[in-house]
């Protein structure tokens, strides 16, 4: 093959990968929004947290699975006491209201997890490391990453699971009855504040994988909760309301963003790989508003 | 006596809604609630099933009393509603939204209906046939799969009946089941009505306008009149009624 193709396919493939990490984050919004219509700022604050208890919970020489499970654990019962503390009061206001509730929720868990675990960057490692596959680059030369690709399994595995549940059990159902109508909800007999409990459980769920895969990306510091800012362009392309808009989302963020880099960046000086997933996610909201596979609004008047 | 309601008061800080409302629901019988605008007939099917805490009287349902009911334990005690303005679940299928219906009667825990073992399979099989005959009984076989938000009005409606008839109610409570029909639509609601209440054996209390339907289908009716009640008895003994006939069209000073 010519190199020049080879290049491109690396670009290109790994553009997608990291598109499925940045899938990873939009994920726990998608999660939150579809069952309470609330956009949760905290995300970015939750896989941090997540990500540095796991890493503080390894280097105080605790097993792995153990650190995992008590981690998981630790994400579950802030979902629950979030639930509690900060949405129960508030039921039945306005989403602008949850909306600032849950940038309040952020702050408070990074200065909680940097309160507990100390401020100091660590690395991570999952004990799969970030180096291209062997037999496709002697084969083909073409040098994709081992741990993109695990990252992209994990990721595929985790929304098809979630889309199952979602469409196929009555919590899912009832979550997505939530998230329609609260008083409808409650008039057949579903319980908000248990689904809302649920629903953040799993939310901290994704952000404790999510966490772990960027961990090893980029180590565990405070950056960490900037990805959610990426994830802000994947869910104005994916929609809101759709997980696998949130893959596909995360897809073409990635992809694009990568080979913009590559092959325009230069003529600009560099550099728009930062800011050019935000120019498509504007170019997107203006030919359709509602997302890729967002649910199209129409007004009766 | 299925249902009997006790002196019960409601008011919105100033505004009395409803003052020292008492009537009682037998079994099996469609008892209609009427009166005009602002009467308190929706404030009275929502202190039923708990959307509004009454400040006071009692409620009393299938021998147990209660002071004030809170919407969840409502519906696990069997009272099933429909609301004045649809509130379904628009972006869901129609077997969706029938199936949410039966949330209560579902049993499997989190864990088994995430790993989605055998017996949450089972059980969703199991509903899902509960679900399909009351499909085939409303007659909306062919809207099955559709997105309920773009349906007509009429039928949302029907889906709306739908999903409270899928939690097997004891006492179906219906706020205005044929506001906005046309003749045609009417008359199919009112006999998916009576056939609820002759094939299942539901209890009706249901809130209506026209006043045709009215005497046509319900065996009793009480009229609410500035949140108090004017008359109570049967469809012809309430439309002679001075008091009512007063209320509807108004007396000369």
Redesign the interface.
């Known amino acids: 093959m010519p190199i020049e193709v080879i290049f491109f396919i690396e670009v290109l493939v790994g553009g997608l990968l990291a598109g499925v990490m940045y899938s990873l984050v939009a994920l726990g919004f998608v999660l939150i929004y579809k069952a309470s219509g609330v956009f949760n700022f905290a995300q970015g604050a939750m896989v941090f947290f997540a990500a540095l208890t796991f890493v503080s919970l390894l280097e105080m020489q605790w097993n792995f699975w153990l650190a995992l499970l008590v981690t998981l654990a630790v994400m579950v019962v802030l979902g629950l006491v979030t639930e509690r503390v900060v949405l129960r009061p508030l039921t039945n206001q306005p989403p602008i209201t949850l909306f600032m509730a849950t940038i309040g929720l952020a702050f408070v868990l990074e200065g909680l997890s940097q309160l507990i675990w100390g401020s100091q960057p660590h690395g991570l490692d999952l004990g799969i490391a970030d180096v291209p596959i062997e037999w496709l680059s002697q084969r083909w030369n073409v040098n994709i990453s081992q741990f993109d690709i695990f990252a992209a399994c994990i990721a595929g595995l985790l929304v098809a ?1 979630l889309a ?2 979602f469409q ?7 979550l ?2 939530v ?3 609260h ?9 908000l504040q248990h689904i809302w409990a ?1 629903v953040w459980a799993v939310a901290g769920f994704v952000a404790l994988v999510a966490g772990l895969i960027w961990g090893v990306r980029n180590g565990v510091q405070f950056a960490l909760t900037f990805v959610a800012l990426k994830a802000l362009p994947v869910l104005l392309i994916g929609g809101f ?1 759709s997980i696998p808009g949130a893959i596909i989302g995360g897809l073409i963020i990635g992809a694009t963003e990568k080979v913009a880099e590559v092959y325009f960046g230069p003529m600009v000086g560099g550099g728009i790989e930062s800011w050019f997933a935000y120019v498509v996610a504007l170019l997107f909201l203006l030919v359709r508003p509602e997302g890729l596979f967002g ?1 199209k609004h ?1 007004d009766r008047v | 006596m299925i249902l009997s309601v006790e002196n019960v008061s409601l008011a919105f800080g100033g505004v009395k809604a409803l003052s020292e409302v008492s009537f009682e629901v037998k079994e099996h019988e469609i008892r209609a609630i009427i009166g005009p605008n602002g009467a308190g007939k929706s404030s009275m099917l929502n202190v039923l ?1 708990g ?1 509004y805490q009454p400040q006071q009287g009692k409620i009393r349902f299938k021998d147990e009393e209660f002071e004030r009911m809170d ?2 334990e ?3 005690l069997g009272i ?2 429909t ?1 004045q303005n649809i ?6 299928t129609v077997l ?2 029938l ?6 009667r ?1 049993r ?1 825990n ?1 864990l088994q ?2 790993l ?1 073992l055998g017996p ?1 399979k089972r ?2 099989l199991q509903h899902r046939r509960a679900v399909e005959q009351i499909i085939d009984f409303l007659e909306i076989q062919h809207i099955r799969k559709t997105p309920v ?1 773009r349906l007509p009005y009429g039928l949302q409606k029907r889906v709306e009946l739908g ?2 008839l899928a ?1 097997e109610p004891k006492l179906l409570l219906l706020d205005e089941p044929m506001a906005g029909m046309n003749l045609e639509e009417k008359q199919d609601m009112c006999r998916f009505v009576l056939d609820v209440n002759d094939q299942y054996g539901t209890t009706i209390v249901l809130i209506e306008h026209d006043m045709g339907v009215v005497m046509d289908i319900s065996d009793r009716v009480v009229v609410l009149d500035y949140g108090r009640k004017i008359a109570d008895g049967t469809p012809e003994a309430v439309r002679n009624d001075q008091k009512v006939i007063d209320a509807y069209l108004g007396v000369a000073h």
Do not use: Y
């Open positions: 699971v199952v549940f196929k059990t009555r919590i899912g159902r009832a997505r009855a998230a329609d109508d008083q409808a909800a409650l008039a057949v007999g579903i319980p649920i309301e649910e129409i | 099933n959307v919407p969840h409502a519906a696990s099933a509603r609301f509130a379904l679940f628009k972006g869901m969706d939204n199936m949410t219906g039966r949330n209560l579902m499997c989190f209906q995430a989605w949450a059980e969703e938000g999903r409270a939690a």
